[in-house]
Nanobody
Framework: QVQLVESGGGLVQTGGSLKLSCTASGRTISRYVMGWFRQASGKEREFVARMSWSGGNTDYADSVKGRFTISRDNAKNTVYLQMFGLKPEDTAMYHC???????????????WGQGTKVTASQ
C-alpha cells in the first residue's frame, strides 16, 4: 500500500505561482507512474500531468502546458507540481496519484491522496 499526502495549496492572485508537493509513505514510489489530477467544484476530475517512474517521460493537459511542471525526487519519495501563471480556471482540489501505467485516465491509477486546495482569485 502507498499513502499519499499533498501539501502546498493555497490562495493566490491571478498570475501567481504555487508549488504542490506529494509525499508518499508505505512503499517507495520509484517504480510508479505519478500523476496530478484536479477537480473543480461541480466538475469531473481531470488530468493535469503525469511522469514516468524514471522522470524521462512527461505529459500535460493542454490547458496547463507551458505553465505547470511536474517533477519527482525518488530519494525523498516525493513528487511536485510547480504552477506558474495561475488563472481562476485553475481553481480546484489537486490530487496526486500513483499507478503502474503511463496514462491520463484516473482509473489507471491505484493510489490517491486526499488533495490540496488551490484557489486563484481575480
Amino acid at each position: 500500500q502507498v499513502q499519499l499526502v499533498e501539501s502546498g495549496g493555497g490562495l493566490v492572485q491571478t498570475g501567481g505561482s504555487l508549488k504542490l508537493s506529494c509525499t508518499a509513505s508505505g512503499r517507495t514510489i520509484s517504480r510508479y507512474v505519478m500523476g496530478w489530477f484536479r477537480q473543480a467544484s461541480g466538475k469531473e476530475r481531470e488530468f493535469v500531468a503525469r511522469m514516468s517512474w524514471s522522470g524521462g517521460n512527461t505529459d500535460y493537459a493542454d490547458s496547463v502546458k507551458g505553465r505547470f511542471t511536474i517533477s519527482r525526487d525518488n530519494a525523498k519519495n516525493t513528487v511536485y507540481l510547480q504552477m506558474f501563471g495561475l488563472k481562476p480556471e485553475d481553481t480546484a482540489m489537486y490530487h496526486c496519484a500513483a499507478g503502474g501505467e503511463l496514462s491520463k485516465y484516473a482509473l489507471r491509477y491505484d493510489y490517491w491522496g486526499q488533495g490540496t486546495k488551490v484557489t486563484a482569485s481575480q
